[in-house]
T-cell receptor, first 110, second 117 residues
């Protein structure tokens, strides 16, 4: 069974204080690892797809990296508007379904 | 930017009642999904739908659930006889590309919160 574990569950940062969120996964035949952002009361909003170990993608203050066992979402000099829950999901095998982790709730204080 | 639209945003119902949640996927998307998120838990897959039939479904999607695309724009999730444990946020999603490819990126709606009393 595919498993996705995210840590920490919650993270509180000061504005400008860089940090990383972790997503570790156990799957058979990874087809893609996805990062989504979810604001309270809203649906997940797509950020990145990573396909293979060593791949990196960037968007503004966010950078996602992938190894064979985990992915990191690095947040550089965060701002209060980066506060959200960040979800990691994997697609594996021959299925189109996404298996999500529980997410990391990020709060950035001014 | 195109978006997935869901109605209602919140529905309160009595246990045993039927509920229909509605979704308007992005217009050029051909693949549709329902996920749910019980408060404090993971987002969980329910069902995927393409070409007017179910492609995949999870163990959660039992005989109490059904999906339909009644016309060219709407995609619905019906729960026949709601239970307390059906209380959750239900997300509709759509995508242009199907299948196991990493290029299959889902766009989610804002969700319909279902409260079963």
């Amino acid at each position: 069974e595919d498993q996705v574990t995210q840590s920490p569950e919650a993270l509180r940062l000061q504005e400008g204080e860089s940090s990383s969120l972790n997503c570790s996964y156990t799957v058979s035949g990874l087809r893609g690892l996805f990062w989504y952002r979810q604001d309270p009361g809203k649906g997940p909003e797509f950020l990145f797809t990573l396909y293979s170990a060593g791949e990196e993608k960037e968007k503004e203050r966010l950078k996602a990296t992938l190894t064979k066992k985990e992915s990191f979402l690095h947040i550089t000099a965060p701002k209060p508007e980066d506060s959200a829950t960040y979800l990691c999901a994997v697609r594996a095998g021959g299925y189109s379904t996404l298996t999500f982790g529980k997410g990391t709730m990020l709060l950035v204080s001014p | 930017e195109p978006e997935v639209t869901q109605t209602p945003s919140h529905q309160v119902t009595q246990m045993g009642q039927e509920v229909i949640l509605r979704c308007v996927p992005i217009s050029n998307h051909l693949y549709f999904y329902w996920y749910r998120q019980i408060l404090g838990q993971k987002v969980e897959f329910l069902v995927s739908f393409y070409n007017n039939e179910i492609s995949e479904k999870s163990e959660i999607f039992d005989d109490q659930f059904s999906v339909e695309r009644p016309d060219g724009s709407n995609f619905t999730l019906k729960i026949r006889s709601t239970k307390l444990e059906d209380s959750a946020m239900y997300f509709c999603a759509s995508s242009q590309i199907a299948g196991a490819s990493g290029a299959n990126v889902l766009t989610f709606g804002a969700g319909s919160r279902l409260t079963v009393l």
